[in-house]
């Protein structure tokens, strides 16, 4: 009796452990093959989840399920479009004015249905039943979730598509593209530091393969080395932390608030970061949120790992 | 001090012990890093001043592993002896109690109130564990006899409501819900030497039980049979019982809930050894301390370099095994 009550609250858990990593954003297509509408005033587009949605003309009632299509909403300059937000939904400041639809994990699809929204905007995952759910409702629903800076830029222009910003899509995005190059270009001829990303402490995670953050290391000119712990976000064994010794370790706000508690975990006290005072917090939103503001994540790691560079260029 | 093993179960017992130093060196020198032999000797030689990182990885994650998991290991096998020879049932685990719940709960709520994790978080398990092991206790209590039967009862009804109340703040834990996963599936990861501190408090309450096997031999004929016998049943079985609570809510608070150990070694103890529960006793703490320690090798190693929580692997070969156990039809 025991193991089947394990059992259910182990289904809860591991249900919910899929959550967190998708906050961040894991796993999806990045295809965007946008197909050339059929009659001029059709918008068709196909989203992360692979699935075609069309719209006979730009959203005007739209939910976000997730704090990183809010985000996206906002930078393309239509936010005024959102009716209703999820629970975590808090930057910019206005979304917090927004009607709530309950949380990431568990939406409350009739208050949703209320809001007779015309687009609801959501990831993959956790949220797969009630984005069919509201499919069977005839609810349009397009899953967001790149794991690439360039996938965020990709959806934002989708996104642009869908609710009738596109041109605004199009100039936020090109801003964005022109401060990601001169990321990149200042890092381009540094040597890479080797990264280990903190994603929670116990256990220690980290982010692997086919993850915003690894995409975000590796344009700051770093190797993470996380991602040889497999896809998305997993566990990771403190003896190989110490004998892969990275150069630079970074932990995400809400693993570790302070750099201080990092140093004296035990053991720790071997790994060159330490020694070297790299050991730095950063704000998880910028960096687990697949929204806009990757780009300043980005910016942030590429001064942690490559301080130098940044010195001269500002 | 071996002269009552008997002749013929020396040699078990001298096996056993051989089985468990080479247990702790395999524990020692395998892992998702590669530290030889002859390190471990010179490690172990030089203390724990060593600059070089396996010295760091040997003396501040793999050695303090190693010892939880041989502190848990035993802990969870002594307090299944204690239950199975008082409950006369051999599906006992130490679990049956509720005491692992109360633990659990109060890890939970150190988790999600993020109170500091050394000393604090195994405190409050320790706290909840006892707490529940109380009311349960008061429960089973009628007419200054505990009944045995109501208190399993009780235990399992507890147990139950105190895992909607964790699965409830599993919900609302955001983030956090990872540790709490890994909290109740049962881990050693992360853990150092705060945590062996807290486990060796369970040796004294490893050695309580054998000054009562004679008594639990006794009691295997029936609680009846044993008042006739002189036995203060009533007294026996507080005691052991608060044993045996003790060690699941110390053995829960450092590592989780960790399934089958406690199930199990007392059966594979038993089978080697015979029903006498001195041998039993003796011989399940030191399966116990070295099947746990395999198990977290296998479960830090297996798909290095991330981790497995170490419960899944003890159910994992723990369930085939009391499966096999079972066929082999031999006394329980």
Known sequence: ?314 | MTKWLGKGRKVYFLLALAFLVLSFFICVTLGPTSISFSEVISYLGEGASTDDPSGTIFWQIRLPRVIIAFLVGGCLSVAGVILQGLLLNPLTDPYVTGVSSGAALGAAIGIVTHIPQVPWLPALALVGGMLTLIIVYSFARRRGKLNIFIMLLAGVTISQLLSAVIAVLMLKAGRDVHQLLYWLLGSFSGRSWPEVQIALFAVPFFVVPFFYARELNIMLQGEQRALELGVDVERVKKILLADAAILTAIAVSVSGIIGFIGLVMPHLARLVIGPDHRKVLALSLIFGAAVMALSDLVARTIIAPSELPVGIVTTFFGAPLFVYLLRSRRRF
Do not use: W
Not at chain 1, 141 to 167: N, Q, R
Not at chain 1, 169 to 185: G, M, T
């Open chain 1, 1 to 314: 009796m025991k193991y089947v009550r394990m059992g259910v609250a182990l289904a809860v858990a591991a249900l919910l452990v899929l959550a967190v990593p998708l906050v961040a954003g894991c796993g999806g297509d990045e295809e965007s093959t946008t197909d050339a509408s059929p009659t001029p005033k059709e918008i068709s587009i196909t989203d992360d989840a692979g699935n075609e949605i069309t719209l006979e003309q730009p959203a005007e009632r739209v939910v976000s399920l997730a704090p990183s299509t809010t985000e996206d909403m906002f930078a393309i300059g239509a936010g005024g479009k959102l009716v209703g937000v999820s629970d975590f939904c808090d930057y910019p400041e206005e979304a917090l004015e927004i009607e709530k639809v309950g949380g990431f994990a568990d939406p409350n699809s009739e208050k949703i249905v209320s809001l007779d929204p015309d687009l609801v905007l959501a990831t993959v995952g956790v949220q797969d039943e009630v984005v069919q759910q509201l499919k069977d409702l005839n609810v349009p629903v397009c899953v967001l979730d790149p794991t690439t800076i360039d996938g965020v830029f990709t959806d934002l222009e989708k996104l642009g598509l869908l609710v009738g910003t596109e041109d605004e899509a199009k100039a936020v995005v090109a801003d964005l593209k022109a401060a990601v190059d001169e990321i990149r270009s200042a890092v381009a001829d540094v040597d890479k530091p080797t990264v280990f990303f903190e994603i929670y402490s116990k256990p220690l995670m980290t982010a692997g393969k086919n993850s915003i953050i690894d995409d975000i290391v590796t344009q700051a000119g770093g190797v993470n080395i996380g991602s040889a712990s497999g896809e998305g976000y997993g566990e990771f064994s403190e003896e190989v932390l110490i004998k892969d010794d990275p150069d630079v370790y970074i932990a995400v706000k809400g693993s570790q608030d302070d750099p201080g508690d990092i140093v004296k975990r035990p053991g720790y006290d071997a790994l060159s970061a330490v020694q070297n005072g790299t050991v730095y917090v950063i704000d998880d939103n910028l960096v687990t949120r697949s929204g806009p503001r990757v780009v300043e994540g980005l910016r942030e790691v590429a001064m942690m790992l490559h301080p130098e560079a940044f010195e001269t260029s500002q």
